[in-house]
């Protein structure tokens, strides 16, 4: 199922999303039951898709693809490097991303795939990570890669708002594997790679990630990028691919 959230005459709804538009359902699928449909399907003229989370914390995993870490001439990490993104930093599928002129004169982005987190969880196996995730959704991680260059630690590159877009769904029976992850730039391909590359697999992450700190319902995991990464520039349109998934579009504006 795809769930997704929108907003419809200024109210947060609800939703599945199909190949005919938006049918509303009765509750957030965080909730814990099956959700109900609740009234008449919305075409997409009629609404505006939201990010389909509430996370109290967006947790990005750097370095997850051997050859991003080498392109960046770094170390490939031994155990998961993490760092968190600012919930206000989230921004829908066909929101703008905005740069930051003035402030930094690169800004990257980085194709990921995203873990949503379905119920509270903490200290728990990899062989218990399955049944603590909702399902999984795109992202994109936007990074000014000069200021985490100055700064070292990354909290300021990858922590202003409009730098975590996500969405437009997040689909409970998407099982990442060996799929095809890619990013297109104005329609010319950046990055091309597979989910089988990442160093530490999905139930790894969520694992090693719940002894150190609780993961609420909503949160996002973000699972690093593959090679390729490069500049964005006001005026992109950028549109990351997880094949079996979906696409994540978004355009970059001052």
Not at 87 to 101: A, N, T
Not at 127 to 139: D, K, M, N, R
Not at 152 to 162: E, H, L, M, S, Y
Not at 194 to 200: K, N, S, V
Request: glycine share 10%; aromatic share 8%.
């Amino acid at each position: 199922m795809r769930y997704c959230r929108f907003t419809l005459l200024g109210k947060h709804r609800w939703g599945i999303h199909t190949d005919d538009g938006v049918q509303p359902i009765d509750e957030s699928p965080y909730d814990g039951g099956v959700p109900k449909a609740a009234g008449e399907l919305l075409p997409f003229e009629a609404i505006q898709i939201e990010v389909p989370a509430h996370p109290t914390k967006v947790i990005g995993i750097g370095r997850n693809y051997a050859d991003h870490a080498k392109e960046l001439g770094n170390e490939v990490p031994t155990e998961p490097l993490i760092f968190l993104k600012a919930p206000s930093s989230l921004l829908p599928h066909e929101g703008v991303i905005r740069y930051p002129v003035g402030i930094s004169e690169l800004v990257h982005f980085e194709a990921e795939l995203g873990i949503v987190i379905g119920r509270t969880t903490r200290n728990i196996s990899e062989a218990e990570a399955e049944a603590a995730i909702l399902g999984y959704t795109l992202v994109n991680d936007v990074t000014a890669r000069d200021l985490q260059r100055r700064d070292v630690q990354f909290t300021r590159a990858k922590g202003f708002d409009t730098f975590c877009p996500v969405g437009p769904w997040v689909d409970t029976d998407f099982r990442p594997a060996d799929q095809r992850i890619s990013l297109t730039v104005n329609g010319v391909i950046k990055q091309d790679a597979t989910l089988g590359q990442m160093i530490f697999k999905v139930p790894f992450l969520v694992s090693w990630l719940s002894r150190m700190m609780t993961l609420e319902r909503g949160d996002i995991i973000a699972t690093g990028t593959p090679a390729g990464v490069g500049p964005l520039v006001p005026g992109d349109r950028v549109e990351v691919t997880i094949d079996g998934l979906g696409s994540l579009k978004n355009t970059v504006a001052v």
